[in-house]
């Protein structure tokens, strides 16, 4: 595997910034909407980085706050109520068609009245989004820019450790999905270059080693 990648397909290497253990985010106090604002989230954490990241991990620890909601991928609210989707995939995957927060009315919302829909049925302010496609992201940004606070997530994890994780029971070539990885993480950092907001950077691996001392930390 090494060989495969080499010294210059890791060329991509996250810049030395900001804390890596979100202090600044968990250390939010309790929030409350205005009832003026109801339709408007408190703020957006979107969480970017390659495949397998470990951004489900770090989802959970920031969900753990009273005032962040970790609703996961938010793009797949597409899905919801799509007769030609998979039933697991057009519902809630924990409460089923009964849930009260991922309903069909979500499928087409975008920006702050998709967020801003989250943060009111979940009663936290802040919404955390760990779709990771740029795209996305992008678009949701462009909604969302000057209304609420935005803030991006750069979370990383060796490129040999997704590779493999890709390649397993998959016809792809682990070289192709070693460029596929330096592709998706050159993409992020030009991302997280240009964001309006704040950024904080987060390496998977530190808190699959170590989730209760990481969030620990993190609410420090």
Not at 58 to 76: C, D, I, K, N, T
Not at 77 to 103: N, Q
Request: one cysteine or more.
């Amino acid at each position: 595997m090494g060989s495969l990648l080499g010294a210059s397909a890791l060329e991509v290497r996250p810049e030395r910034s900001s804390p890596a253990d979100l202090r600044s985010l968990a250390m939010l106090p309790p929030m409350s909407i205005p009832p003026e604002q109801s339709h408007l989230p408190g703020g957006v954490v979107f969480v970017g980085g390659a495949w397998n990241p470990g951004s489900t991990l770090l989802g959970l620890m920031l969900g753990a706050h009273p005032s962040l909601f970790f609703a996961g991928e938010v793009r797949e609210s597409g899905f919801l109520g799509d007769p030609s989707t998979p039933l697991p995939k057009r519902v809630c995957k924990l409460c089923g068609p009964a849930c009260e927060v991922w309903t069909d009315d979500l499928r087409g919302m975008s920006g702050v009245d998709l967020y801003g829909t989250l943060a009111l049925r979940s009663r936290c302010p802040i919404v955390v989004d760990s779709s990771k496609r740029i795209d996305w992201i992008e678009r949701q940004v462009t909604a969302g820019h000057g209304i609420v606070p935005l803030n991006l997530v750069v979370l990383t994890r060796d490129g040999r450790a997704v590779v493999n994780s890709r390649i397993r029971g998959k016809p792809a070539t682990a070289g192709h999905q070693a460029r596929k990885w330096i592709a998706r993480m050159r993409a992020t950092e030009a991302l997280a270059s240009r964001w309006p907001g704040s950024v904080h950077r987060v390496r998977g691996r530190r808190c699959a080693r170590s989730p209760a001392s990481s969030a620990s930390r993190s609410i420090r």
